[in-house]
Nanobody
């Protein structure tokens, strides 16, 4: 059974840092791409970052580029998101997701499985 569980969210002050983790179990499902998305109240779900199956390729939303870093453990089933210089506009529920087909698409509708999210709140 495919499961993705996010953790690491919390309350931080602007300018601070936070690390999110997504521990996943894919079963027979092959997730070639793993990604992070976020959704703030009243807003559409938006792409944050993604990474390919071997961690050699990454893609970032312009809003987080240079501040966030996505990575995946080589020997564990964990996806990470390092968030630095956090801003109040980063406040959202963060979700990890996976899709079976290759390609670093930012289109959330193409992802097959999702975690339940972890809340990140950045205070001014």
């Amino acid at each position: 059974q495919v499961q993705l569980v996010e953790s690491g969210g919390g309350l931080v002050q602007a300018g601070g840092s936070l690390k999110l983790s997504c521990r996943y179990s894919t079963g027979t499902f092959v997730g070639y791409t793993l990604g992070w998305f976020r959704q703030a109240p009243g807003k559409e779900r938006e792409f944050v970052a993604n990474i390919n199956w071997n961690g050699e390729r990454t893609n970032y939303a312009e809003a987080v580029k240079g501040r966030f870093t996505i990575s995946r453990g080589k020997f564990d089933s964990t996806l990470y998101l390092w968030m630095n210089n956090l801003k109040p506009e980063d406040t959202a529920a963060y979700y990890c997701a996976t899709k079976s087909l290759p390609g670093l698409t930012s289109d959330w509708t193409l992802y097959n499985y999702w975690g339940q999210g972890t809340q990140v709140t950045v205070s001014s």
